[in-house]
């Protein structure tokens, strides 16, 4: 059994650690050489990141396996914001989670569009501020 490397340690564990190589994912069996990769790139982490009618999509490597079984999970995309909070997809590689990435980004666009989105939103809160004799913010 292999302590506090990550697994992989003794070739009959799995890998559950890693770091990129450019985009590639690569196993990392020493947990302070990934724990100081982990820390140290932050930036080369996310893979893209973008903001539409008030929700945030934001997609990362996750440098950890989050696989039950099969080929490694190593990136997910995540939104945050009105009906779309906390949902997440989940990829094998890099040009997966790019493809996942502008697909959800394309989703939000479209779904935010026809039901009008942010700026129904911002309109009620312009006609409830009237209402109220307040001054909307702009």
């Not at 947990?31 to 990362?60: C, D, F, P, Q």
Request: charged share 25%; glycine share 10%; with cysteine.
């Amino acid at each position: 059994m292999s302590h506090g490397g990550g697994g992989g340690g003794d070739g009959d564990e799995r890998p559950t650690k890693y770091i990129l190589e450019g985009h590639t994912p690569v196993p990392c069996h020493d947990l302070m050489t990934w724990a100081r990769w982990y820390e140290e790139n932050y930036l080369k982490r996310h893979v893209a990141r973008s903001r539409i009618r008030g929700v945030l999509i934001s997609t990362v490597f996750l440098a950890i396996d989050h696989s039950w079984s099969g080929p490694p999970i190593l990136f997910e995309t995540m939104t945050f914001g009105a009906r779309f909070s906390q949902r997440l997809w989940r990829y094998q590689t890099w040009t997966e989670a790019e493809a996942g990435h502008k697909e959800i980004h394309a989703q939000v666009h479209q779904a935010t569009r026809r039901r009008g989105g942010y700026q129904m939103r911002r309109c009620d809160a312009v006609k409830r501020n009237r209402r109220q004799n307040k001054k909307f913010p702009t």
